[in-house]
């Protein structure tokens, strides 16, 4: 069996019944973001030298500056043609960014999609799921201590339409850049971030309403670190 007809086998299996119909029937709130800063105080290879996985977070809120920095370093466009922040394997962006915010200044608790075009953030439920995704993660409790939780999902079709069965490989190839991206982005705003895989993939899916052909690939819990 090929990468891409495991994975699609995989993905099929992880559906749950009537996965997202609840918080794809709220009303959408679009929000635009600030712009974000393309210069800045520290250097790439400060940043890499800082670059640590923080599990303890402090109670304090996040700026929706720092939200929309981290969004672009993640998946922003750089250019008119819509090319991005990470690489993509023929430019064809299968990746799907989600915020679950619960601790950000200006931004009501809930869960948010993040769209490049524009830089805009798209509330698809209300309220604070923290909580719901830290025990969708096997009760991993910084989820639901950070901040915010940022979700990368992919959509294997749009990259399998090209090169077939190494479609599952470079999806995943892609998910790497963007979490290193919100890593090194991180480092210099004073922020901590860790990547999280173990979870169970039905009920984040189902949590954060996605759509049939997303799959969730990573979390990553967000905050001001707790001690040194």
Known sequence: MSRHTMAAALCAASLGAG????????PPVTIQLPAPKLRGAVSVEEALQKRRSVRGYQ????????????????QGTTNEAGRRTAPSAGGLYPLELYVVAGNVKDLEPGIYKYASRGHTLTRVASGDKR?????AALGQQQV??????????????????????RA??????????????????????????VVLGAFEDARVKSLLGLPEEENPLYIMPVGRPAGP
């Open 168 to 193: 599952v490989r470079y999806v995943h190839m892609e998910a790497g850049h963007a979490a290193q991206n919100i890593y090194l982005q991180a480092a210099p705003l004073g922020l901590g971030t």
């Open 19 to 26: 996965c997202g119909s609840a918080q794809r029937a709220e």
């Open 131 to 135: 909580s719901d995704l830290a025990a």
């Open 144 to 165: 639901a201590r950070g901040a915010v939780c940022l979700v990368i999902a992919g959509v294997y079709e749009r990259t399998a339409k090209r090169y077939k069965e």
């Open 59 to 74: 109670n304090e809120a996040l700026t929706l500056s720092e939200i929309s920095q981290l969004l672009w370093a993640a």
